[in-house]
């Protein structure tokens, strides 16, 4: 059973830092691309950040600057960590695996992050 398990979400006031992590088990972590998207409430899941499995990344504009995406193999775990937030990040933020052979994905069930003063 493949199961990846976000966490480290919550409220934080403008300008703050959050640190998301996804535990991943059920997949062989080092062959999978991972991302982190999210969905703010009435748009669309968008993608915020993406490492592959060389540990190349890339992120969506609006968090350039202010997000990094890391892993650790050793741990199967993907992070995210959020500085200089603002009420714009507000979304649920869901971690996203990627078989780079197959193409098969699975996502996780989302973290909630709040950004309010």
């Known amino acids: 059973q493949v199961l990846l398990v976000e966490s480290g979400g919550g409220l934080v006031q403008p300008g703050g830092s959050l640190r998301l992590s996804c535990v991943t088990s059920?997949?062989?972590?080092?062959?999978?691309?991972m991302g982190w998207y999210r969905q703010a409430p009435g748009k669309e899941r968008e993608l915020v950040a993406r490492?592959?499995?060389?540990?190349?990344?890339n992120y969506a504009g609006s968090v350039k600057g202010r997000f990094t995406i890391s892993r650790d193999n050793a741990k199967n775990t993907v992070y995210l960590q959020m500085d200089s937030l603002t009420p714009d990040d507000t979304a649920v933020y869901y971690c996203n695996a990627n078989q780079f052979l197959t193409a098969m994905e699975y996502w996780g069930k989302g973290t909630l992050v709040t950004i309010s003063s």
């Open positions: 490492i592959s499995r060389t540990g190349t990344t």
């Open positions: 059920g997949i062989v972590f080092s062959l999978n691309h």
